[in-house]
T-cell receptor, first 113, second 115 residues
Framework: KNQVEQSPQSLIILEGKNCTLQ??????????LRWYKQDTGRGPVSLTI?????NTKSNGRYTATLDADTKQSSLHITASQLSDSASYIC????????????FGRGTSLIVHP | KAGVTQTPRYLIKTRGQQVTLSCSPI?????VSWYQQTPGQGLQFLFE???????NKGNFPGRFSGRQFSNSRSEMNVSTLELGDSALYLC??????????????FGPGTRLTVT
């Protein structure tokens, strides 16, 4: 069964600090891995999309890494801001004719001033 | 370019009724995917349409159905509503299926409450 596990479940940090969120998956065959940011009551917003051949991708202060061998990904947030307070969701899609995107439960990040 | 729009934004229905939700994708996008988000299960994939054809379906009962029109607008229908169907229903549009590394753009969602 395809699974995506995210850790930690929640995280509280001070403004200006860095943090790293983790995503482990068992989806196979693998097509791509996405990180989304979702503010409360709104639709998710894409941060990064990574394919098998990519191991690092950045989007401003967000940097995602992917290790396809160990099936692990991380999202590093640099110099956090209050607006980074949100849920961060990892999604893994398989390849082939029949795929179902598998979602992690998300990491709830709170940035305090 | 206008984003993904979903109507209505909020809906209250009674158990046993049916409901139809609408999604208008970004202009030029032919793929529309639907998702259910609940506090208990998180985000789950419902189905995906491309050029009026359903290409993939998640693990949901047959009460959940959808369709896509020639202008790429999509609707999803839930019949015989149950209390457990209370959720945020999100649609996302893209140039291609989620299995391909194209950006997916989510709408604001429809908050469905079943009483």
């Amino acid at each position: 069964k395809n699974q995506v596990e995210q850790s930690p479940q929640s995280l509280i940090i001070l403004e200006g600090k860095n943090c790293t969120l983790q995503c482990n998956y068992t989806v196979s065959p693998f097509s791509n891995l996405r990180w989304y940011k979702q503010d409360t009551g709104r639709g998710p917003v894409s941060l990064t999309i990574m394919t098998f051949s990519e191991n690092t991708k950045s989007n401003g202060r967000y940097t995602a890494t992917l290790d396809a061998d160990t099936k692990q990904s991380s999202l590093h947030i640099t110099a956090s801001q209050l607006s980074d307070s949100a849920s961060y969701i990892c999604v893994v899609s398989g390849s082939g004719g029949s795929y179902i995107p598998t979602f992690g439960r998300g990491t709830s990040l709170i940035v305090h001033p | 370019k206008a984003g993904v729009t979903q109507t209505p934004r909020y809906l209250i229905k009674t158990r046993g009724q049916q409901v139809t939700l609408s999604c208008s994708p970004i202009s030029g996008h032919r793929s529309v995917s639907w998702y259910q988000q609940t506090p208990g299960q998180g985000l789950q994939f419902l189905f995906e349409y491309f050029s009026e054809t359903q290409r993939n379906k998640g693990n949901f009962p047959g009460r959940f159905s959808g369709r896509q029109f020639s202008n790429s607008r999509s609707e999803m229908n839930v019949s015989t509503l149950e209390l457990g169907d209370s959720a945020l229903y999100l649609c996302a549009s893209s140039l291609a299926a989620p299995s391909l590394p194209y950006e997916q753009y989510f709408g604001p969602g429809t908050r469905l409450t079943v009483t």
